[in-house]
């Protein structure tokens, strides 16, 4: 009778196992082209603010599945070696580790790759403010002869007979003709989802996690202009990386700052690359600092190899140029600062190690694991 209801019971365990794997496989197959296309749900935090979606690219399933795939797959360049994937992995939160990456045939980019984050908040994309929307961008990879050097053209040929991504742009767009308009949707798509929300600062801002004195330190270090008349210690760093997104404001060009890394003489053009002005020369994007622990090395030229070098740099390494952000110059915790002087922060060593404290707060290893921004070959 025991024995009896044992088998009984293994045997409902059995079926509920045999149910749970198919309704695994189900769910599996909503990336397949067979399923109906939805729109795509997506989870963005409330304190992230609004952002917008271009009306013509909506979020669907099947295309932010499609997406995905695009986004690691090697056919997209000339050699097929080389996939978006490739200088921006998720491991180390979409960047490379490298100061300058890596395209077709070893060939060199001349700045370093940027994280792909929270870029549903973002208009100005690259370090030079290069583009504004994600569709835009990915063009510039896609046939950059030192990226994946190939032809939107040729791109959409190889997809064209490539078996399995007629039906999956059929799903995603309702067209099985490929075309580099809906490559880039696609890619664009993806990228709108790549949302880093689950960091300790974030369950900090949610009230799920209440910081170690240091971390609390380090944020308030950030977060504060120093005044040494007022008493108030301060890094500065919040007056350029804001709260929450912790990079530059990007609505306009305001988020691109001169941020003392080099004197006139050795100073690149950045920002006036692009806008022609020479009073946007050596102004970079201030990128966003999210799961920076794991983005070095650092600046667009990833000359610095770690955080607390970034600190240093702050701290007593500023350079003078025409173009030096007014907000670094002014910014001192020494009450007997002169601003004709060589600039100082001057934060103590266990400041120092308050501000690392709350820049490794910013690591969400639930990001960096997430299994719907992984590689699906
Ligand atoms: C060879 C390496 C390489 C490849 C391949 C590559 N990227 Fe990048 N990515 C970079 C570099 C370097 C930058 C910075 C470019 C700049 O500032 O001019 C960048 C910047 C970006 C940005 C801007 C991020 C921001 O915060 O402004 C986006 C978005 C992006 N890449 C998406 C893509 C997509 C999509 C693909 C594939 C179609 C791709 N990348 C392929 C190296 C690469
Ligand atoms: C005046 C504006 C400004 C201030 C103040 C500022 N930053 Fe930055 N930050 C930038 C800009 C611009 C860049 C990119 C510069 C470049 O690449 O050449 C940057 C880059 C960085 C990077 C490297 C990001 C990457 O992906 O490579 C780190 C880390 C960083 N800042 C941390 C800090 C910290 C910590 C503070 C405070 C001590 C601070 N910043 C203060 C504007 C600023």
Known sequence: MQLDYYKQSIQLIGVGLAMTLFVVACQDKTTGPEEPN????????????????????????????????????KKLSVDNTIACGS???????FTDGKPFSEGVASKRTDVSAMSIVNLLWESQLTWTAKEQTLEK??????????????????????????????PLFKR???????????ITNALAQFQRTVISKDSKYDQFLRGEYTPTDSEMRGLRLFFSHPDPIAGTRGANCGDCHLPVRLGGNTLGLSGFHNNGIDTDEKLRDGLMSTTANPKDKGKFKAPSLRNIALTAPYMHDGRFKTLEEVINHYNSGIKRSATLDPLIVAASNDPRFNPTDPIKLGLT????KDLL????????????????????F
């Open 38 to 73: 939805k729109p795509f749900l997506l989870k963005a935090p409330y304190y992230f603010g609004d952002y917008t979606l271009p009306p013509d690219n909506p979020l669907t399933e099947g295309g932010v599945a499609l997406g995905r795939m695009l986004f690691y797959e």
């Open 87 to 93: 200088c921006h992995l998720q491991s180390k939160a």
């Open 137 to 166: 961008q990915a063009i510039i990879p896609m046939q950059h002869p030192n990226e994946m050097n190939q032809s939107i053209a040729e791109a959409v040929r190889k997809l064209q007979s490539d078996s399995r991504y007629p």
């Open 172 to 182: 995603a767009f309702g067209t099985d003709k490929i075309t580099g308009g809906l």
């Open 349 to 352: 060593d266990s400041e120092k």
């Open 357 to 376: 404290a709350f820049l490794d707060m910013l690591t969400d290893e639930a990001f960096l694991k997430n299994p719907d921004y992984s590689d699906p």
